[in-house]
């Protein structure tokens, strides 16, 4: 639960700033969102890094920090800032934040975008890392290199060996970071659309070998959606924000498609069926993500997505989850066919999201 929790707040964070900011400042009514989203971050890593913040333990207590829950408290309006102006280092480097003691002062300007919160909040795994650096700096702790962060990042499993196993995993990660780069050098949200969709076309097109179609099955969605609210002026803003939670979650799906191929084809059952497993999550969890942006979608997208998705679970892919995956996604399929509301798909669609992370 705490996890979908994080997600929800996370998507509507980032959607609040997509609405509320023009891009032109992201302070004031882009700021705040900024601010929520650095919260939400740090107070994820302090409920849920135990095993790596414990790691740093002896660190902390140099500081007099007797219990890493205390990094919480620098979690405020009064301590976390932002600024338009350009932030630079002790050695004149531009940097996205600086944190001294009792005080995080985050950059959302436009001079130099790559370094802007408003491109942070695209990158979960990165804005984490810098999150966790700013408060240890916050509380006088040397972090410099990022020394202390990656142990802790690295103890709580969330730093990975970046290298691909296979040649079209390691393609598709070239194609999806040039598709967020074209992203923040785009003129408009007409301009940022297509760069969206030549991406996903690309991806398609080069995935349509064994294990390789993961990658064609998580796009179909965004394409078919693409489809029909391309077609509305007033669904731009809209397609852009679920183009952008797309690509985010592309690299994540890309990754785990890799390691799940590499176990399988080492017929490693247990540990593919792991990673197969977390395939259907972030499957899954762009339905929820789609339908908070879009009240109401077409329920024929809907079905076809779930019915390519069953397609997968009932392949030879992973024997041992195969039933479960096939009962859960069988149950949304008759649901989509008796017509059911998109609320009441929405509310199934978390609690089989729910059931499948119990058994991670």
Same mark, same amino acid.
């Given at each position: ?53 414990? !790691? ?99 103890? #709580? ?33 007409? !301009? ?36 029909? #609210? ?5 669904? #731009? ?119 499948? #992370?119990?058994?991670?």
């Amino acid at each position: 639960m705490k996890n979908l929790l994080f997600l929800f707040s996370l998507i509507f964070i980032l959607n609040s700033f997509a609405s509320a900011s023009t891009g032109s400042s992201g302070v004031g009514n882009g700021g705040d969102p900024v601010r929520d989203y650095f919260f939400l971050i740090g107070k994820n890593i302090i409920q849920n890094y135990s095993d790596g913040l414990l !790691s740093i333990n002896d660190e902390l207590k140099k500081k007099g920090i007797s219990d890493y829950r205390q990094l919480e408290t620098a979690l405020n309006i009064d301590t976390v800032h932002t600024s338009l102006a350009p932030l630079y280092d002790n050695k004149g480097s531009a940097v996205s934040a600086l944190g001294k003691k009792g005080s995080i002062t985050l950059y959302v300007g436009n001079d130099l975008p790559a370094l802007s919160w408003n491109s942070l909040m695209l990158n979960k795994g990165k804005s984490e890392r810098i999150v966790l650096h700013e408060l240890l700096r916050a509380f006088e702790i040397n972090d410099d290199n990022f020394v202390f962060t990656n142990i802790v990042l690295k103890n #709580q499993g969330r730093i990975f060996n970046e290298t691909y196993n296979f040649v079209w995993s390691k393609e598709n990660d070239a194609i999806i970071t040039s598709a967020l780069s074209n992203s923040f050098n785009a003129e408009n949200t007409n !301009s940022e659309l297509d760069s969206f969709r030549d991406s996903f076309l690309d991806l398609k097109d080069k995935n349509q070998l064994i294990y390789s179609e993961l990658i064609t099955v998580y796009i179909e969605f965004a394409l078919a959606l693409d489809s029909r #609210q391309s077609k509305s002026n007033g669904n #731009q803003k809209k397609l852009l924000s679920v183009f952008r939670e797309v690509n985010r979650n592309l690299k994540n799906v890309n990754s785990v498609a890799d390691k799940f191929a590499s176990y399988a084809t080492a017929n490693n059952d247990q540990i593919s069926s792991q990673y197969f497993l977390e395939y259907f999550i972030l499957c899954l969890q762009q339905i929820p993500n789609t339908l908070f942006v879009f009240n109401k979608i077409d329920q024929e997208d809907l079905l076809h997505y779930i019915q390519s998705l069953r397609a997968l679970a009932t392949s030879d892919y992973s024997p041992i989850l195969s039933q479960v995956l096939e009962n859960s996604l069988s149950e949304l399929e008759v649901l989509i066919k008796s017509k059911s509301s998109n609320e009441f798909i929405l509310r199934n669609t978390m609690k089989t999201i729910k059931m499948l #992370q119990a058994l991670k």
